[in-house]
């Protein structure tokens, strides 16, 4: 999760060809990428784009660090395995189809900041559900700071050891309560300063 | 070792990923929630959402930290659908897993096309915890064993939704199998072999029964971990916030 401030500032602070394109073209792209995980249905086609997808994320200056993200869809394909009978054409056609939608996304994540995407989304999707992407946007980065406070307290108790499982598993249970709790808190706070500051259910943007 | 890897994410749920399910089921998964939002969303007052927005964000934002920070020795992530659906009520909840999954498909886990079907799966699993709880809280009166019972039988549930979503697409997973067998790997075999080869063809059929198999055991793993850390954590609020279990009516 600590990887998403790092996409965020990747996204805002990057200097690439790709980083200075506006977000139209480059969710465009991503639809491409998605039809084409729909259609193709041979491997050569899936090989082939994934490679341009592997090509652009390099070009784009993405650091490696990121990659291990688009490997993480791989995960939750390797159960489809099991459906297949272990048949080792159609398991590359299922990971090579999930490798290009993460590879996809991630790099459009490393290169655009999220506001933007939002702003787009925002054309043909209800106000409300825009809204409520970007406060989830936000809280994220309030919780991970609470979070950070927590594991520290959370140490301090002696954090989680095997030898005392019930005792740990109690530690990590009341961390993450106290996280609902303090988000609780800061959400009220937060409705407060909307509310103070004129929110009338409509996020403006800069230059507006 | 990858068994123990995929034992690690997947107890408690799993998120589908893009290119695997027919377009026609994820198409269909769209549209079903997008209704179901539709029809939830009528049940709240307009106000009341404007209200309570900062907090569906913020529950929101708790399931998305729940599922990517890892409980380091035991490589664990926890789910916390079940908590959130408690304290936000079932209409809520359903609109705090649509942002969840848009949110964590463009961060790379789970697919973008399937952001329907994937909502549909969490959702059952917040709603179904939300109503759970009421009616075990109603009957038991006891926190601990209300919010185990919920979470367990929530989770099973969910499971049990993901396994039929996947068992829908059998056609299609044997068409690409067979698809995928006619491609780069293709082999032109002589008549005689391919008598030989004819049970090969038995193993190119779909396995879902393989696919149960491994997915039901560890899912029981992750329900029973997932429901003590989800009573421990309404344990702690029950202490601290009892308010926000909204359970006076309940008691009084």
Known sequence: MI????????????????????????????AIVLLGIVILRNLPGLILLYAILLTVFFLAHVPMKIFSLTLYPLIFAFLFIFISGFQIDFILLVFLKVLCGSTGVVLLLATTPYPLIFRVMGRFLPPIFVIALFLTYRSIFILLKILEETQHALYLRGGFQWRYP???LVNISNAFGHLIIKGIDASENMYESMMLRGFKNKIHYRGE | MPYAFLKEKLMSHLHLPDGVLPVWLWVFGFVVAILVGAILSRFIKKEDLTRRLPLLGMMAGVIILGAS?????????????????ILLGPSLIFLATFIVNIILALFGHGGITVIGLNTLIL??????????????WN????????????????????TSAMIGVVSLGISHYEELIHQGSKGVFEFKLLKEKVDQHE??????EVNLKRFIAVVLPLGFLGWLLEGVITTLIARYIHRLRPDLLRLERETS
């Open chain 2, 123 to 136: 959702s059952i699993e917040g709603i179904s915890g939300y109503l759970l709880f009421r009616l075990f």
């Open chain 2, 199 to 204: 049970g090969d063809k038995e193993e190119r």
């Open chain 2, 139 to 158: 009957v038991l009166k006891r926190i601990t064993p209300a919010v185990f019972l919920a979470t367990f039988i929530a989770l099973f549930v969910s």
């Open chain 2, 69 to 85: 920070v890892e409980i380091v020795p035991i490589a664990y992530h926890v789910n916390l659908t079940v908590i959130s659906g």
């Open chain 1, 3 to 30: 990887q998403l401030s790092y996409l965020d500032y990747l996204a805002i602070e990057g200097k690439s060809f790709f980083h200075r394109l506006s977000p139209g073209p480059k969710i465009i792209g991503m």
């Open chain 1, 166 to 168: 019930w005792r740990s």
